[in-house]
């Protein structure tokens, strides 16, 4: 069957990074994912009376420089560790194609600086006195991140931030499409940045979604999420003859269910319209798909609703497989990060594990794959994303 006309034009991923629980770069994480083992363990950062595995990042984090001093947060020093090597060289590379005025810098974000925040706010109940430096708009409010890393690296294009809760990562990567596909920029920094905190920690807590144990998504007797901290950034640019050989965005599907704060709508309309919407933008059938990173937090109800949506529009046809027990739900990271895992599977021709699954909950009719396979060749992937609210985003990637 024919391609049907794609309603937007493809973005080369020229570079990309991760830092997660699996370490920094995208090899420590590719190779997280092949031991099929989830690295996951108790809370170090700080003390918090809820006993539960964490995708807490270990890996020494690089200090903010001090003429953006204000602007120094967990989440910033993630951002900064994660840029490092290639991908910074390509952005310097992209500066000198296009010009600092052309890039612009989309990042997704759920806490941005709240560590930071919540610890100022404990010294002001003690002292009521706010700590010196403290700097809410530079540190704690959503844009804080996407500004650093637009002023750390010389940029002076369109600069925004993104927060739909589990879905901003991938909301973003949509946006910078849309800013090339309009011709606002050349090329976008676009991923997702969350860091552990207080309040996520406490609030999933406060929903009855977060496991004692290790997560284990779709499986029958799964009891909760893991909560991760991460950073998943690409540089998109112009698809042209001299990025032939990169890994492309083709399109985001995007939706809105409205349906609760905090529940999806029980059907998966919303996250089935997202699939439907990106493989509309994209011109694709559904056969075209070869892999499925599911959104799979392991949550009672998420993990049944998606199931639902990705079986109304690819039936129990396509692999499909969840990565959140290897690196925690990283939250407004994981969009971007699980997308980066995606462009992983195309690159080294391989399907990720569903690391925790034991017995696959018989509700969930996906085609789960439980430990990874490189039998199957790969042309183009999805990644899905489902944050509160029904805020929907699923993205396609190909060679």
């Known amino acids: 069957m024919e391609n049907k006309s794609a309603l937007i034009a493809p973005v080369a991923i020229t570079a990309s990074s991760t830092l997660s629980v699996c370490g920094l770069g995208n090899e420590a994480l590719y190779q997280g994912i092949l031991r099929d083992k989830s690295p996951l363990k108790p809370l170090a950062l700080f003390n918090v009376r809820l006993k539960t595995l964490v995708g807490e990042i270990t890996h020494p984090l690089l200090s903010v420089r001090s003429e953006l001093a204000e602007y120094d947060s967990r989440n910033s020093r993630v951002a900064l560790t994660a840029l490092e090597g290639e991908l910074r060289v390509a952005i310097e590379s992209a500066k000198t194609k296009y010009g600092a005025q052309r890039i612009g810098v989309v990042i997704g974000t759920s806490t941005s600086g709240l560590y930071e925040t919540e610890t100022a706010y404990a010294e002001l109940l003690a002292t009521d006195k706010m700590p010196n430096g403290f700097d809410f708009v530079k540190q704690h409010a959503y844009q804080a991140t996407a500004r650093f890393l637009q002023l750390e690296l010389g940029l002076s294009g369109i600069c925004f931030a993104i927060s739909t809760a589990c879905s901003s990562g991938a909301k973003a990567i949509a946006a910078g499409q849309r800013l090339i596909d309009n011709d606002l920029c050349d090329a976008v920094l676009v991923g997702g940045v969350d860091t552990l905190c207080r309040l996520t920690l406490r609030g999933f807590s406060s929903l009855n979604l977060v496991s004692e144990n290790q997560c284990t998504p779709m499986d029958k007797n799964r009891q909760g999420i893991n909560i991760g901290e991460a950073a998943g950034l690409l540089l998109l640019e112009r698809s042209h003859a001299n990025n032939a050989g990169a890994i492309k965005v083709l399109a985001v ?21 997202a699939m439907r919407n990106a493989l509309d933008l994209a011109g694709l059938h559904v056969g075209d798909i070869d892999y499925l990173n ?43 990060l699980e997308t980066i895992i995606a462009t992983l599977a195309l690159k080294e021709q ?50």
């Open 294 to 336: 599911l959104h799979a937090t392991a949550t009672r109800i998420n993990d049944q609703v998606e199931s639902r949506a990705v079986y109304r529009v690819f039936s129990d046809s396509l692999p499909c497989s969840a990565t959140k027990g290897i690196t925690g739900h990283t939250l407004g990271a994981a969009g971007a």
């Open 350 to 399: 391989f399907i990720p594990g569903t690391v925790g699954l034991s017995e696959q909950d018989e509700e969930c009719q996906c085609q789960l794959i439980q430990s990874s396979i490189s039998d199957k060749p790969l042309k183009r992937a999805m990644s899905n994303s489902f944050g509160f609210g029904g805020n929907n985003a699923s993205v396609i990637v190909s060679v």
């Open 253 to 273: 599907g995007e939706s809105s269910d409205a349906y609760h704060m905090s529940t999806p709508h029980p059907e998966g309309e919303g996250a089935a319209l």
